[in-house]
């Protein structure tokens, strides 16, 4: 059996500004360190807008903090004539280590497609970063086909082409559990994760299927993050709206104290 450091992300979404940015990774760290709840069982992830990563990768490393550093998005070309596009290499340069890809807030305002997806997670291989590959299903879509089918096939799409010892990520985000309030039952979460861990087994072989994490994410809180951690194949959560709360962020962080 292969242990699998646990990851608990934060997604900030279009929050916080450099300064803001400042702030509150300060405080994240004294609640940790405060608290002695920064050691080496379980890994924190960071995700801010990208005008933030400099200024937050500035601090983590003056501070030795030691949060992983990771952008929300990246293209799907490495240099040249695209207005607006952020570069896989422009954000390893920063030492991010993470990049989200896929996330529903992506697919649903900016039409990204499964291929879209599959083609940022190859400009995420390309440049050393770990592709946190986000699938998950709509309401209508779980009545419709049941609680797996979508998000495996997003994810069948998204490995296309994926070498066999590519460290990656993948979260299972049903789109109706994203900031709603409504979360997933500790087994919804569990069942999707496990059949998410098949697939990747499949097409990266048995030992990548063993080493994946695999997140869930969808209105965690302190207050829930325990019982999907004691879902087997449950490896940490990405957390959008409590990932902005200082206090609410370290508890989810210590879930296990
Ligand atoms: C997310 O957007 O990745 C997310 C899980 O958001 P929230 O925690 O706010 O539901």
Redesign the pocket.
Known sequence: VVARLPLIAG?W?MNLDHQQAIAFVQKLHWALKEAKHLDDSVEVGIFPPFTDLRTVQTLLDADKIPFALGAQDLSTKDSGAYTGEVSGAFLSKLNCAYVIIG?S?RREYHGETDEVVAAKVQAALRHSLVPVICVGETLEQREESGPTAISVGQLEVALEGVPADADIVVAY?PVW????GQVASPEQAQEVCAKLREVVAAKLGPDAGQRTRVLY????KSANIASFMREPDVDGA?????SLVVDEFAAIIRYQK
């Open positions: 997604n979404k996330h807030e985000e559990a994203i900031g709603t994410g969808g209105s965690v990405l957390v959008g709206g409590a």
